[in-house]
């Protein structure tokens, strides 16, 4: 079992910054991935960005040239680096992470990021 804990959500003005961070403890050496998704109201949980191990990095569409994902395999943290913030932008962010062999998925207890115009 893993558990995430997740910092670093807030409030912001659009064009703003934030960093979301996620710290994982239990049994991590089985990780393979680590990211972050996202759910706004009314809306189904969407990726945001996924870090996996080989270095494969993924961002959702909408999110590329603005945030940045980072991954430390010996810390066991999943960094969320997000510029240029947009209205459309605001959810809750669950940190997440998967161990391949079993299908297993693990999510932090969310953090929310509001984002004004």
């Known amino acids: 079992q893993v558990q995430l804990v997740e910092s670093g959500g807030g409030s912001v003005q659009a064009g703003g910054s934030l960093t979301l961070s996620c710290v994982a403890s239990?049994?991590?050496?089985?990780?393979?991935?680590m990211g972050w998704y996202r759910q706004a109201p009314g809306h189904q949980r969407e990726l945001v960005a996924r870090a996996s191990d080989g270095g494969t990095l993924e961002l959702a569409d909408a999110v590329k040239g603005r945030f940045t994902i980072s991954r430390d395999k010996v810390k066991n943290t999943v960094t969320l680096q997000m510029n240029s913030l947009k209205p459309e932008d605001a959810a809750v962010y669950y940190c997440n992470a998967q161990y391949w062999m079993t299908g297993s998925d693990f999510w932090g207890q969310g953090t929310q990021v509001m984002v004004s115009s």
């Open positions: 239990g049994m991590t050496f089985r990780i393979n991935a």
